[in-house]
């Protein structure tokens, strides 16, 4: 199954403590905790670009399988990080988060990020 595609948030779990959790300030929570994000999704053999759509706040960030990178974190920040790829999984550590995106079938694609106990779970479904 190929990750190219765009895909609309369905739901997610424990945005706000998680957003708390990397410094996001409450109004910037508040503002957009109701926004259902567009990700859009483009693979190439090990190549990737991955562009999100918040509201007008766009993050788009490339990356090549198994070689350093820097990510554009939701903070604004640039880090530096490997995505490595197991299957329909790509996995990646962004400081203090780890961050696993898995293709479940065709059409959902669900990311998980795990901040110390704090847990992140987002679906989307591919329009």
Do not use: C, P, W
């Not at 918040?54 to 903070?75: A, D, K, R, Y």
Request: glycine share 8%.
């Amino acid at each position: 199954m190929s990750f190219t595609g765009k895909y609309q948030l369905e739901s997610s779990e424990n945005y706000e403590a998680f957003m708390k959790a990397v410094g996001i300030s409450d109004e910037n929570i508040q503002l957009t905790k109701g926004l259902k994000s567009i990700t859009e999704m483009e693979e190439n053999g090990d190549n990737f670009r991955v562009t999100v759509t918040t509201g007008s706040h766009v993050i788009i960030n490339s990356f090549t399988i198994g070689q350093e990178t820097e990510m554009l974190s939701v903070t604004g920040e640039k880090i530096k990080t490997v995505v490595k790829k197991e299957g329909t999984k790509l996995m990646m550590s962004l400081k203090r988060a780890d961050i696993v995106t898995e293709l479940v079938d065709g059409n959902t694609l669900v990311t998980t990020m795990t901040l110390g106990d704090i847990v992140y779970k987002t679906t989307y479904k591919r329009i």
